[in-house]
């Protein structure tokens, strides 16, 4: 499938400097966020699903609990979120649907607002409901937005603990050579690191490629990867533009994710 993954120049300074602010929350104090920091949360949803092909992301502005359903019993839910974002689109659209995402949580972070992605823990039906489906379409994750509450509860805990949530793979792990490789690559390299990902599994893998920056698979991939993998995409781009290269990407097939194309 062709993506058309287009970086709002404006936005890709803050969204930059959110990478390192954004840590994930599963308990919020249930306050409502300033109307304001919601309007432009849902303009920069409506203007990312403007220049996505096929991917959405629709703001929620009043979250019904009963959309964060847990793992299993309440174990894992999500609590007292004021709003959510939906990201929607058709099955095969996983990556751009990543991409589309991780803009909007990322513009929550630089808003000030606390957030988490959940691919697994949500009643998909009633999300869809929120999100006004279109044929063809599936909500393929939703992001817990508002702020979080002053103390942890121990779900929270138990959860952060077992996906050893701070955990990031050294960069030689997921870049292997990477101190030789431009700045601009370097730079795209350690914003991947920092990416949130499913179960903390941390898919990626990343190599130069003549002039190229390339995104590989792991070799073990979670269920969510596809996801992640549009996540990592958002990252490299905003890395490398934090170093002044801008490019296209091309979305590749088999373990090659997609490579980045610098000055294209
Ligand atoms: C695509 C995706 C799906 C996720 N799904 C869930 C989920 O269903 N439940 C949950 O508690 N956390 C979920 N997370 C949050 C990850 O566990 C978290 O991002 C990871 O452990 C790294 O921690 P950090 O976000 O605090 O850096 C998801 C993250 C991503 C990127």
Do not use: C
């Not at 930059?16 to 409502?32: N, T, Y």
């Not at 699903?49 to 703001?59: I, K, M, Q």
Request: glycine residues 10%; hydrophobic residues 45%.
């Amino acid at each position: 499938m062709l993506t058309n993954m287009d970086l709002p120049d404006d936005l890709a300074a803050e969204w930059f400097d959110a990478i390192p602010q954004r840590i994930s929350s599963r308990r919020f104090d249930g306050v409502r966020p300033a109307p304001e920091v919601l309007d432009r949360l849902e303009w920069t949803s409506q203007r990312l699903s403007a220049s996505a092909d096929h991917a959405r992301a629709v703001l929620v502005r009043e979250a019904p609990p009963e959309v964060f359903t847990g793992l299993v019993g309440s174990y894992g839910k999500i609590e007292g979120a004021p709003a959510l974002a939906a990201f929607i689109g058709p099955e095969d659209a996983g990556l751009e649907v990543g991409y589309v995402g991780e803009g909007v949580v990322l513009q929550a972070t630089a808003a000030g607002l606390d957030s988490v992605w959940i691919a697994a823990a949500f009643d998909a039906q009633r999300a869809g409901r929120l999100a006004d489906l279109r044929d063809g379409e599936r909500v393929h994750a939703i992001a817990a937005l508002g702020h979080a509450a002053k103390r942890i509860g121990s779900g929270e805990r138990l959860m952060r603990a077992m996906v050893r949530a701070r955990h990031r793979l050294p960069l030689d792990t997921i870049a292997p050579g990477h101190a030789g490789w431009p700045e601009w690559a370097r730079e795209a390299a350690s914003a991947v690191r920092l990416a949130p990902s499913g179960g903390n599994r941390q898919p990626w893998r990343l190599r130069i490629d003549g002039d190229a920056l390339v995104i590989t698979k792991a070799e073990k991939l979670y269920w969510t990867a596809t996801l992640d993998f549009g996540i990592a995409v958002l990252h490299a781009e905003l890395g490398a533009a934090h170093a002044g290269v801008t490019g296209r990407w091309v979305v590749g097939d088999g373990a090659e994710v997609a490579r980045f194309v610098p000055g294209s």
